[in-house]
């Protein structure tokens, strides 16, 4: 199984053919891991549809890509599974990045990269270094290194939250 595939598994994420279909139309799936998907489902699985015996195989993008609109029944992305399946994936970015993060410092430039790569949500302001504070909190009053400790607290306490609604 492909890499970002693994990582699903690593942090007991579940993969369903929807977060198949949102990571490939993001561009986080490849061909070959779909492929490999597939052919772990059918292992799993033999009475699966023939669709995903064709998935298995193909390396045509635009008809993998129409295969899999199929399999899932396409998805609108504003939808609620949607959501969801994209909240996965940021969730193996942050804990990817929070893994291998070198500094505080840079891990707080590097969750800011993600929270615009995933189109500024809300939920994760309050740990983002270049928001204000919400609550009161005045930065100026603390230091550096403290300042950074808050942020990195939230940014944890916001990856526990979002682990209860991903997670098995």
């Given at each position: 199984?492909g ?8 942090y ?11 990571g490939?139309?993001l ?14 489902s ?24 129409e ?12 939808s ?20 291998n ?18 189109g500024y949500?809300q ?16 930065p ?29």
């Open positions: 199984m890499q970002i595939l693994h990582l699903f598994n690593v007991n994420i579940p993969v369903e053919w929807l977060t198949i279909y949102v490939r139309k561009g986080y799936l490849q061909t070959k891991e779909i492929n490999e998907y597939s052919i772990q059918i292992l799993d699985n033999p009475n699966l549809n023939d669709r995903i015996l064709d998935l298995s195989w193909e390396t045509d993008e635009l008809v993998l890509e295969m899999l609109s199929e399999v899932v029944g396409g998805c609108n992305e504003t609620e599974e949607w959501q969801l399946e994209l909240k996965k994936f940021r969730y193996i970015q942050l804990k990817e990045l929070e893994k993060a070198i500094s505080k410092e840079l891990l707080i430039r590097k969750i800011a990269e993600i929270y615009a790569d995933f949500p939920e994760m302001e309050k740990f983002i270094y270049y928001m204000p504070a919400t609550d009161g909190f005045n100026q009053a603390h230091s550096s290194e403290e300042n950074l400790d808050r942020l990195l607290e939230f940014f944890k306490e916001f990856l526990l939250e979002e682990a209860s609604e991903i997670t098995i």
